[in-house]
């Protein structure tokens, strides 16, 4: 099955500094990578999502990269601010007929005034 | 449109005692799905629906049960509780095979 490693664990960034988050996938069919950011005592919630036709896609102040080759991608936070604090989870699917995530242990970010 | 919701919030079960995780969405999703997470780990999949009366196995399933008799709802059974199954349980539904939604989940605790 897919595994999906993720780093880093933790990570404090100033405010108005770039974050970065890298993944790796294992599985070559995975298709659909999802980012979602969960705030404490939340459920996640989808931030951005790239699919494997797409090397790069941004919203914002937020980017994903996908290198299908070498099978990472990472998420990119610029300016951050006090409110993007909380975990984020990469996640990888083969879409055929249903998503079945598999996740990343997840980053905490903390972001300092 | 509420989107996901769950309940009960938080519950605390005895070892071999029985309960059902309710979830409903109000977004007419085909697809729907239940992870649990652990304690500084990412989610896992325990179920997932296609539809209403198809049903499957995740990467965890052992110890839980589901049922889909209606587009709406999607319950997770536990028969006999073990505290492995201490968790925190999300439930999410999807239009389509991608984009999911998850509601606010069920903390449950097994003594």
């Known amino acids: 099955g897919e595994n999906v490693e993720q780093h880093p664990s933790t990570l404090s960034v100033q405010e108005g500094d770039s974050a970065v988050i890298k993944c790796t996938y294992s599985d070559s069919a995975s298709n659909y990578f999802p980012w979602y950011k969960q705030e404490l005592g939340k459920g996640p919630q989808l931030i951005i999502d790239i699919r494997s036709n797409v090397g790069e896609k941004k919203d914002q102040r937020i980017a994903v990269t996908l290198n299908k080759t070498a099978k990472h991608f990472s998420l990119h936070i610029t300016e951050t601010q006090p409110e993007d604090s909380a975990v984020y989870f990469c996640?990888?699917?083969?879409?055929?007929?249903?998503?079945?995530?598999?996740f990343g242990t997840g980053t905490r970010l903390q972001v300092t005034l | 449109n509420a989107g996901v919701t769950q309940t009960p919030k938080f519950r605390i079960l005895k070892i071999g005692q029985s309960m059902t995780l309710q979830c409903t969405q109000d977004m007419n999703h085909n697809y729907m799905y239940w992870y649990r997470q652990d304690p500084g780990m990412g989610l896992k999949l325990i179920y997932y629906s296609v539809g209403a009366g198809i049903t499957d196995k995740g990467e965890v399933p052992n110890g839980y049960n589901v049922s889909r008799s209606t587009t709406e709802d999607f319950p997770l059974r536990l028969e006999l509780a073990a505290p492995s199954q201490t968790s925190v349980y999300f439930c999410a539904s999807s239009y389509g095979p991608e984009t999911q939604y998850f509601g606010p989940g069920t903390r449950l605790l097994v003594l």
């Open positions: 996640a990888a699917a083969f879409t055929d007929t249903a998503s079945k995530l598999t």
